[in-house]
């Protein structure tokens, strides 16, 4: 799966809408010193499938923080804080979007950790999570994660 | 004589395959032509005919170096999202049309060239329906050599557009007849005058498993489906156009063990078993069985046919959004999915997808 990150080919979707059934998920990161500020882009169509198969019902941002999360490279968890959760979209599908603020334990790398997460892919088995990481203008796409996988270490440069 | 019972047993299946209920849609012929041997030989005969009718610019779009990066620039969406290379088959006149069905011939069962037709009629049938500039049209398919189909070494013979890929592999380090896409937006359409629904026979045999195991707890797979799981990946960023929509997932991991697999078609009785034969066949036989047969052979060999899972979920009769079929074996790996239509809301379009956990590109791509 991490080969997708070599993914490189533009699509040609100046003037056209997009013409995808399934979209996928971005979670981009931008790396601060002392933590990652975070959004988290999921696509409205997958999300119902996913919390149409939760047995509890909560605001996004709880579900959010059920199944995302960061943790050291021993394990010990970074603290989530969501923020606002607004409507936006995304080459004609509509999109939650999550601001999500990320603090490592004291003493811990902020460059250094593992994302850990299943939004969507717990349940939507051709759900992919795209991770970016965001520099000023450039971003790399450092991952990605699909049904089964749900942990992606990142070491930030 | 390995070769002529291989072809007996692919007729045998086909057969049977491609007899099912056609009543209200164009017949499906026999599947393969028992005199015609097909394969690289053939191919490559064809392809010499072939090239002294093209221009230059159009001898550079067919002939194109073999490499891990060109081998995977197939994908499921239309043209006008991702561009394809190749020999553009709208662009070709009569001649030249003639020559390219002669390749065809060579590369495909009946069954195979005529999904070919079928899926660029569909593709013809949505172009009035749906104006944006998404690249629906028949002609937007294309055939592509990769590497040098007169040598000794690996190549890829490769047709494809919008809802098919076809990936075969010659002189490579396995017999490879994948990853092979085939789709279908609408399920079925009229058009001059013919009732057509492309993926008939496949979805059928699909549906059929599905039906026939549903009573089964463990052929239920766990989770939902929008589309095929080890299809092409499409990445996504905010602010930035998509990028990608070709196989930059491969080379895949594939489920291991028992758990949410489906049923194990060793445990099926032997008319169950029957029905995923003739659905792994519905597949493997749209190639010339010069190419696939000994893959048939690989994936129905008692011990791997017994060591195959099939799943579902959704409704077994792929009636509903989310319907998705999956035979997943030692080697072979099958799924269908049903998605909503893209051109034509309300209804409900195919994607499909064949791999070979060891073989796709003849084993020849080692990204």
């Given at each position: 799966m991490r080969r997708a990150a070599r993914a490189a080919c533009l699509l040609l979707v100046a003037g056209t809408s997009f013409a995808h059934p399934a979209p996928n998920s971005i979670l981009r990161l931008e790396l601060e010193p002392e933590g990652i500020r975070a959004e988290y882009w999921v696509p409205v169509s997958e999300l119902a499938h996913a919390r149409a198969a939760s047995p509890v019902a909560e605001p996004f941002s709880a579900y959010l923080l059920r199944h995302f999360g960061v943790e050291t490279p021993t394990g010990t968890p970074w603290r989530v804080i969501v923020g606002t959760?607004?409507?936006?979209?995304?080459?004609?599908?509509?999109?939650?979007?999550?601001?999500?603020?990320?603090?490592?334990?004291?003493?811990?790398?902020?460059?250094?950790?593992?994302?850990?997460?299943?939004?969507?892919?717990?349940?939507?088995?051709?759900?992919?999570?795209?991770?970016?990481?965001?520099?000023?203008?450039?971003?790399?796409?450092?991952?990605?994660?699909?049904?089964?996988?749900?942990?992606?270490?990142?070491?930030?440069? | 004589m390995l070769n002529r019972t291989i072809v007996t047993l692919l007729g045998l299946i086909a057969a049977s395959t491609c007899a099912h209920g056609h009543s209200a849609t164009t017949q499906t012929p026999p599947c393969q032509a028992a005199d015609t041997p097909g394969g690289a030989r053939d191919i490559a005969a064809a392809l010499d005919k072939l090239r002294p009718l093209l221009s230059d610019a159009q001898r550079a779009a067919l002939y194109r170096p073999l490499s891990d990066a060109s081998a995977i620039q197939w994908s499921n969406l239309p043209v006008g999202i991702v561009p394809r290379e190749g020999l553009r088959l709208g662009d070709l006149d009569s001649r030249q049309s003639q020559a390219a069905a002669a390749v065809f011939d060579a590369a495909?069962?009946?069954?195979?060239?005529?999904?070919?037709?079928?899926?660029?009629?569909?593709?013809?049938?949505?172009?009035?329906?749906?104006?944006?500039?998404?690249?629906?049209?028949?002609?937007?398919?294309?055939?592509?050599?990769?590497?040098d189909a007169s040598a000794k070494g690996p190549w890829l013979l490769q047709i494809g557009g919008h809802h098919l890929a076809y990936n075969f592999a010659f002189n490579t380090r396995e017999p490879g007849a994948t990853p092979m896409f085939v789709g279908s937006e609408p399920?079925?359409?009229?058009?001059?005058?013919?009732?057509?629904?492309?993926?008939?026979a496949q979805s059928a045999a699909m549906s059929r498993v599905a039906a026939a195991i549903a009573s089964r707890p463990e052929a239920r797979l766990s989770g939902t489906f929008t589309d095929v799981v080890k299809g092409v990946i499409v990445t996504s960023e905010p602010g930035k156009p998509p990028t990608g929509g070709t196989d930059t997932g491969f080379p895949h991991t594939y489920p291991t063990g028992e758990v949410d697999r489906g049923v194990k078609v060793g445990t099926l009785p032997v008319e169950q078993r029957e029905l995923v034969r003739t659905a792994i066949a519905s597949f493997v036989q749209l190639p010339d069985p010069g190419i696939s047969a000994s893959l048939l052979v690989a994936y129905l060999e008692p011990d791997a046919l017994a060591d195959t899972y099939v799943g579902f979920a959704g409704s077994p009769d792929l009636g509903t959004q989310g319907s998705y079929v999956r035979i997943d074996g030692p080697r072979v790996w099958i799924e269908l999915v049903v998605q909503r239509a893209i051109a034509l809301p309300g209804q409900l379009h195919y994607h499909a997808l064949w791999r070979d956990k060891h073989a796709d590109y003849g084993g020849e791509v080692r990204r």
């Open positions: 959760v607004r409507d936006s979209s995304y080459f004609d599908h509509p999109y939650l979007v999550a601001d999500i603020r990320l603090v490592p334990p004291a003493g811990a790398s902020a460059r250094d950790f593992i994302l850990v997460d299943d939004t969507v892919t717990h349940e939507v088995r051709n759900h992919v999570l795209y991770v970016v990481a965001q520099r000023g203008e450039q971003s790399d796409l450092i991952g990605a994660l699909q049904f089964p996988a749900r942990r992606l270490p990142v070491t930030a440069r | 495909l069962s009946a069954c195979g060239s005529l999904l070919l037709q079928q899926v660029r009629l569909a593709d013809d049938y949505l172009l009035p329906l749906d104006k944006r500039r998404i690249g629906w049209d028949g002609g937007n398919y294309y055939l592509s050599v990769l590497g399920i079925r359409f009229e058009i001059r005058g013919s009732l057509v629904e492309p993926l008939q």
